[in-house]
């Protein structure tokens, strides 16, 4: 029997709902429609349901202590994927989602880690959103984002569209 809260924070089973509101902007802080960013997330619990900053901001610590406390558990076994493979810490990387659900008292928890999110962009606040991540994951690993006609947003993009066919 599956469990009824299984696919909770899978966004391509929830588009499909009737209840469903698609955004057609991308601004970070807005707070409509069924898909936000952490930023209007952070600005809906201080300003619409009334939570102190310090509240706020500590579960925002929380989520990243969930979020360091999981990537070290899985360390070993990351280190293991990388010598198996011959690579070294300095030449890998991949990128990571986590969902984390947070009720009532804020307080998170962590449901799922996904190994291969999905980085395909159906709007555009998820255009921004991705991009800042694909933006950050390459300063991070060392290649240069200069703009938006720049050859690695050219490179990202073929990733991203090859990345996507082989989920297919």
Known sequence: QRSRYMLLTNYSVNKRSSQFEARTDDDYLACTGSKWSLHALWRHLREERGYAAQDVEGLEGSIRDIVTKTFISAED????????????????????????????????????????????????????????????????????????????????????????????
Request: charged share 15%; hydrophobic share 45%.
């Open 77 to 168: 076994h990351i280190n293991t994927q990388m010598a198996m493979s011959k690579l070294h810490r300095t030449n890998c990387f991949e990128i990571w989602g986590v969902d984390v659900l947070v009720d009532s008292a804020l307080s998170p928890w962590l449901i799922e880690v996904n190994t291969a999110p999905d980085m395909s962009a159906s709007s555009p606040l998820d255009k921004a959103i991705k991009g800042s991540v694909f933006t950050d994951t390459y300063t991070l690993v060392g290649i240069p984002v200069a703009n938006s006609s720049s050859k690695s947003l050219q490179v990202m993009s073929k990733l991203r569209n090859n990345a996507a066919a082989a989920k297919a």
